[in-house]
């Protein structure tokens, strides 16, 4: 293992299984070290993706969510520490596909238990590919004034008695996450402060040693020191008695292995961790204690004589120049969140929405970080709007037509449909535009203008699972479904729909690949040996074409265009286009002054 520094101001984590408060934690402490950029780069949530609203200082951030760690990766290529805040049971799953991925280069495993077998098959992965492994069962580890894990130092107000908001000259490492508090308070009172401290943890196969760590700070010019907690139980603190017998550390080490008091028990004593266990006579923390001294280790006669001892080296350091004064400044507060802050005044207020298309912010509004003006300037038509509002991304020209083929297309189709007749006897009854308007976009669903999307839904399923026309329209007439953009009251092979030749005639014009239209049509032609009017209408014709747009533009992934068919995107084009004619219907009869429809009685079966 050895190198060198594991962390800076610039290094950024994933973080494995949603956690608020230890979240939140890190970020307060990078506004307190004046970092620039948060450390968390990104949150691994299985089954979530979207964005959680967390504080940098003053400033909510969206932090992204991303469903596994793969994905995560790739969106976040620069963060290379994963910390994993997944259960016992999952920790090794998740911990493996971490060190397996090229950008990972650190893993904290905060679980504590995780079975042994599981942890070896870790720490010899990680071993064999140069990863660093912190845990399990630790709370992490820190750089003071640069990087932070999770819960690591504990609160704010210990964090700052402790000056670890910047550098100071030692190192710590220990495998006790509390006691390494408890530590940070110490060092603080009695040298500079600590430069790197890691919590190795207390499972009886940590993925690093306390020796590995050791060594780490050999190599770090700015580390000074070194401050080792050990415990009874296990043999790792020998790894780092042999270490300094062989010369490979030379840096004044203060060391104490806790547990002393094991021998006062008559039978074997089991402490908080699992591997502080009092075994063996080698295991004793007298017998280390002991091993460290004769190796050359400033090693005290009691934990009380601890920090005296650490204030000592620390003094003679100084005093041979091998340490100079350290930059002191006065971190910034940390703004109190709203539960603790309401009754002194002192509030943060978390936004209630986020959004990703539109920023009315400053001189002039953006769509998806376009300018009004730019759209104005380039004569922008309103089918590139809606592909910046609607797609996040400026499509080709040839799409935008399509999308402004398809508004002209379906802006109207007669008074006798449902939604215009709905919005006609509204805008008769005396209701305002917004009521007429509604009454009529009520109506679309599956029946009227609403089949476009599960048009595009059915055919692409179909299509990608190669099923052939028969197969496809059989299968869903088992299921009592029936087949989405197919069939028309009016048209039929004998009078086919305008509309549906102009959008065929430009997807082949135009369209790089039209592969789900041809399979459209090859479902109407089994279809039609049905019924003479199961033709493919608009609904289909749009579907279809619309897929083929998504997938022969090569602007789309994959999971983009199943979360577009899914979302509603392509009804949303009818509903879009048919209020254009809704709205002009409700112009025309109040312009004709039409008085309130009634119904006529020879227009209704009346029966019992």
């Excluded at 953006?366 to 003006?373: F, I, L, N, Q, R």
């Excluded at 009227?448 to 179909?462: H, P, S, V």
């Excluded at 997807?507 to 041809?518: H, I, N, Q």
Aim: neutral net charge.
């Amino acid at each position: 293992m050895a190198t060198g520094q594991l962390f800076s101001r610039s290094t950024q984590a994933l973080f494995y299984n949603y956690k608020q408060l230890p979240i939140q934690r890190m970020l307060d402490f990078d506004f307190l070290c004046g970092r620039e950029t948060p450390s968390v780069a990104g949150i691994v949530n299985p089954g979530s993706e979207g964005f959680q609203k967390l504080f940098f200082g003053q400033e909510e951030i969206a932090v992204p969510v991303h469903s596994s760690v793969k994905e995560a990766c790739k969106a976040h290529p620069t963060a290379d520490v994963f910390i994993n805040f997944a259960s016992f049971r999952s920790a090794f799953a998740s911990s493996m596909e971490a060190l397996k991925q090229p950008t990972i280069r650190v893993v904290a495993i905060i679980a504590e238990g995780v079975p042994e077998g599981d942890a070896k098959k870790l720490i010899a992965y990680a071993r064999t590919n140069n990863k660093v492994i912190i845990g399990p069962a630790t709370v992490g580890g820190i750089q003071a004034g640069a990087f932070k894990i999770g819960d690591t130092a504990g609160t704010l107000e210990n964090i700052i008695e402790s000056k670890l908001y910047r550098p100071g000259s030692v190192g710590f490492v220990s495998k006790s996450g509390g006691m390494s508090n408890e530590l940070y308070r110490i060092i603080s009172r009695t040298t500079d402060g600590i430069y790197e401290g890691i919590a190795i943890g207390g499972d009886v196969y940590p993925g690093s040693t306390l020796s590995d760590h050791v060594l780490r700070y050999q190599n770090i010019p700015q580390i000074k020191m070194v401050v080792v907690l050990g415990e009874l139980g296990g043999r790792d603190e020998y790894s780092l008695v042999e270490a300094l017998k062989q010369g490979k550390v030379t840096k004044p080490v203060v060391a104490w292995v806790s547990g002393t008091c094991a021998r006062l028990f008559k039978s074997e004593v089991q402490f908080g961790h699992a591997g502080a266990k009092s075994g063996a006579d080698i295991e004793s923390a007298q017998s280390k204690n002991k091993a460290l001294e004769d190796a050359g280790a400033l090693v005290p006669t009691s934990f009380e004589g601890l920090e005296p001892l650490i204030k000592e080296t620390y003094e003679k350091l100084v005093e041979d120049g091998e340490i100079g004064p350290v930059y002191e400044f006065t971190p910034p507060p940390i703004p109190e969140d709203l539960n603790v802050a309401i009754k002194s005044g002192k509030v943060r207020a978390p936004t209630h929405i986020i959004s990703t298309i539109c920023d009315d912010r400053g001189d002039e509004a953006t769509y998806a970080g376009v300018k009004m003006s730019t759209l104005i300037e380039s004569e922008s038509s309103i089918a590139d709007v809606i592909s910046l509002l609607w797609f996040k991304r400026s499509l080709p020209r040839y799409c935008t037509k399509f999308i402004e083929m398809c508004i002209m297309l379906c802006a109207d189709h007669g008074p006798c449909v449902s939604g215009a007749h709905n919005t006609i006897v509204t805008a008769r009854a005396g209701k305002d535009l917004v009521s007429s308007l509604v009454s009529g976009l009520l109506t679309i669903g599956p029946r009227f203008g609403g089949a476009i999307d599960d048009a595009a839904r059915y055919l692409k399923d179909a299509y990608d699972r190669h099923l052939t026309p028969y197969e496809f329209v059989e299968g869903m007439k088992k299921k009592g479904i029936r087949v989405p953009g197919i069939g028309h009251r009016i048209k039929s092979a004998d009078n086919r729909d305008k509309r549906v030749e102009l959008l065929q005639s430009y997807g082949r014009t135009y369209f790089p690949s039209v592969k789900y239209l041809d399979y459209a049509l090859q479902v109407e032609k089994y279809t039609l040996t049905k019924a003479n009017n199961l033709v493919l209408n608009v609904d289909g014709a749009i579907g279809s074409l619309f897929l083929d747009l998504l997938v022969s533009s090569a602007m789309f992934t994959q999971q983009e265009i199943d979360e577009i068919v899914q979302i509603g995107y392509l009804n949303g084009l009818f509903v879009l286009a048919r209020t254009i004619g809704l709205i002009g219907h409700t112009f025309d009869q109040k312009r004709l002054k039409q008085p309130l429809y009634r119904h006529p009685w020879e227009d209704v079966l009346y029966t019992k």
